[in-house]
């Protein structure tokens, strides 16, 4: 399967701990994305990067959120001293060059308790 | 700033109905235009896209049009089965400054075909 592909599917952490998600995208796609999508909600916009640069980062993405893409392949999105409120999916996606449709994953599913 | 709405749902029909899922946009630039859908346990997928003011977007059987003098881009179906029964997204993708901005979605309209 070469379409879009996160890591872990589902993950459950304390309040106060840190995570770590990992995407990887469609291999000759240039741009990946990072999407929050809470219960009821359209994803909202976090990040993209295109190669290995970080081109846009949303007001939504706080000071505990960090995305990197060292080597222009995949991307790894951490979220440090987790709170309640940022249990949601964590969606990638990734797109080619200048083609303004994007192909998403299957998600993350963060739980904070 | 740029905003997506979307009719809100749930839309329940019956298999054979036509369906219309209302879509308007706010957006700065030149905005394409897609529609997203999520079937039950699987993420989000391409149903279609336009990229300029006229085009018609079509897959599958559903059809929108790119209308920029009512800003919007409804969703069409003429006969419905059972396995469309999803949630459908509209979303925009504005190139302002040069730069890729990003999708932006509506909050989703979740469709229910009954047989």
């Known amino acids: 399967d070469t379409g879009v592909s996160q890591d872990p599917r589902h993950k459950i952490t304390k309040r106060g701990q840190n995570v770590t998600f990992r995407c990887d995208p469609i291999?000759?796609?240039?741009?990946l994305y990072w999407y929050r999508q809470t219960l009821g909600q359209g994803p909202e916009f976090l990040t993209y990067f295109q190669n290995e640069a970080q081109l846009e980062k949303s007001r939504l993405l706080s000071d505990r959120f960090s995305a990197e893409r060292p080597k222009g392949s995949f991307s790894t999105l951490e979220i440090q001293r987790t709170e309640q409120g940022d249990s949601a999916m964590y969606l990638c996606?990734?797109?080619?060059?200048?083609?303004?449709?994007?192909?998403f994953g299957q998600g993350t599913r963060l739980t904070v308790v | 700033g740029n905003s997506v709405t979307q009719m809100e749902g749930p839309v329940t029909l019956s298999e054979e109905a036509f369906l219309t899922i209302n879509c308007t946009y706010t957006a700065t630039g030149y905005p394409s235009l897609f529609w997203y859908v999520q079937y039950p346990g699987e993420g989000l997928q391409l149903l279609l896209k336009a990229t300029k003011a006229d085009d018609k977007g079509s897959n599958k059987g559903f059809e929108a049009t790119y209308r920029k003098e009512t800003t919007s881009f409804h969703l069409e179906k003429g006969s419905v089965q059972v396995s469309d029964s999803a949630v459908y997204f509209c979303a925009l993708n504005s190139y302002s400054g040069g730069g890729a901005d990003g999708l932006t979605f509506g909050k989703g309209t979740h469709l229910i075909i009954q047989p």
């Open positions: 291999s000759e796609h240039n741009r």
């Open positions: 996606a990734s797109s080619l060059g200048r083609e303004p449709e994007a192909f």
